[in-house]
């Protein structure tokens, strides 16, 4: 009992106004400040919609200047960090080393934060979007028993990630341009998506007044989970796990056997009820990755296409509007790319920050913020009298 509307996972609760991000999941439409994700996927860069979900509007040529001249500015970790990643496991997986350490930036940037004054929060949103490549970059290459890679802040973002990652001492690299784009532009497909469970756990995290280092570190923690982020992950592993097309229909079957826990990961959106927008982008961009790296008749590629096919066409997946989201393709992207399963969901974390940091700004700079306390419907027991542990 009680005078509260029950909505276990909030299906149907406003938790905020915002002006960021809008999504039509009936019409499968996803917009930025106004914006069309395909619009700016196919004709923008990465840090042109970072400065548009935080700032409200597109940059002129020379606010854009000064921007990724910021954005680079902030790309170096404080060495002592390097020191922190030693005390994570050698095969830690490289989500829990992002919780670790960017919570651990909470602590380089703590009292010098005032989030009352507008410019410091835009100081720590700019540290946070240079700062997160080099982070997972570095949990990478931890992970990898390699030694980390230094920025380079002559590359454009997507490259310099790419270089922290691939590069080695030893050898020289170049990044390959396609490659960079089509990075740039899974970064541009992740970087907000309103208030789902990661942005909402950074918002409620935030609304105490916290520090932002730490609420992005509980966002990430939130995103870890297979039914958000770390989907991608299970998605690639369950295209590895079918194989082969003709093991297609038992994976189907699996997934609308009510006594199977088995999904279609990679499948399904709760906002979605259409074609997922992003995922029609991710679609394409997998096809000039693996075009530009003359991968042909890829063997994952083939079982993803087959599986979509069918479960489009399938009456359960019809009737219940399931489509291919953001993560059904990014998965064969991501490792044509070079990137091992377990760094999926970190590049997503990577692409996200910008996104919880914007819902953050707008929530703390929001006149109507308060902190954010659900209430609960009690179903415990009633009052009763404590018995000593020799009467129980
Ligand atoms: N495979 C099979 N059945 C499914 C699937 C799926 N992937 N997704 C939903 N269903 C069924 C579900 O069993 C339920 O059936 P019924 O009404 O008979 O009980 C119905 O569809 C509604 O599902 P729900 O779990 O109530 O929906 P939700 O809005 O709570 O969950 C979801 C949304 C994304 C967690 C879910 O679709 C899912 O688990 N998908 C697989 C994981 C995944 O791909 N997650 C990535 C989401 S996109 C990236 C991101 O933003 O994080």
Redesign the pocket.
Not at 226 to 229: N, R
Not at 263 to 270: D, I, P
């Given at each position: 009992t009680g005078a509260f509307t029950f909505d276990p996972?909030f299906t149907s609760t406003a938790s905020c106004e915002s002006q960021i991000t809008y999504i039509d999941g009936e019409k499968g439409v996803l917009l930025h400040r106004g914006y069309p994700i395909e619009q700016l996927a196919e004709e923008g860069h990465y840090l042109e919609t970072c400065y548009l979900l935080l700032y409200g509007e597109l940059p002129t040529a020379r606010e854009m200047e000064d921007f990724e001249y910021r954005v680079t500015h902030h790309t170096m970790i404080h060495e002592q960090m390097s020191r922190f990643y030693s005390g994570f496991r050698r095969d830690a997986h490289p989500m829990a080393v992002m919780v670790g350490s960017v919570g651990a930036l909470s602590a380089f940037y703590h009292d010098s934060i005032d989030i009352s004054d507008p410019h410091q929060r835009m100081v720590a949103s700019l540290r946070m979007i240079a700062k997160m490549p080099t982070l997972a970059a570095m949990a990478y290459k931890y992970h990898i028993g390699q030694p980390f890679v230094y920025p380079r802040n002559e590359l454009s973002y997507a490259e310099n990630f790419l270089h922290m990652c691939f590069s080695v001492p030893c050898e020289p690299y170049k990044v390959n341009p396609v490659l960079a784009r089509a990075m740039d532009r899974i970064f541009i497909l992740h970087a907000d998506?309103e208030q789902?469970a990661s942005t909402s756990t950074v918002r409620l995290a935030g609304s105490s007044g916290a520090n932002p280092f730490a609420c992005i570190a509980a966002g990430i923690a939130c995103l870890w989970g297979?039914?958000?982020?770390g989907?991608n992950e299970?998605?690639l592993n369950m295209l590895m796990e079918i194989g082969t097309k003709d093991r297609i229909p038992e994976y189907i079957a699996r997934?609308?056997d009510?006594n199977d826990p088995f999904?279609?990961?990679?499948?399904?959106?709760?906002v979605y009820k259409n074609y997922?927008p992003r995922a029609k982008i991710m679609q394409q961009t997998c096809h000039e990755v693996l075009d530009e790296l003359g991968i042909k008749d890829d063997p994952l590629l083939e079982v993803a296409m087959e599986l979509e096919h069918i479960a489009l066409h399938d009456e359960y997946f019809v009737e219940?509007k399931?489509y291919p989201?953001?993560?059904f393709y990014s998965g064969i992207t991501l490792k044509a790319l070079g990137f091992p399963t377990n760094m999926f969901t970190v590049l997503f974390a990577l692409a996200r920050t910008v996104g919880w940091i914007a819902q953050w700004k707008e929530m703390i700079e929001d006149p109507h913020q308060r902190i954010g306390r659900p209430r609960q419907l009690y179903t415990g027991a009633p009052q009763r009298d404590y018995v000593a542990v020799e009467k129980r």
């Open positions: 996972g998506h789902n297979p039914a958000h982020g989907a299970a998605a997934a609308k009510k999904r279609l990961m990679g499948f399904g959106h709760r997922d219940k399931l989201n953001v993560d």
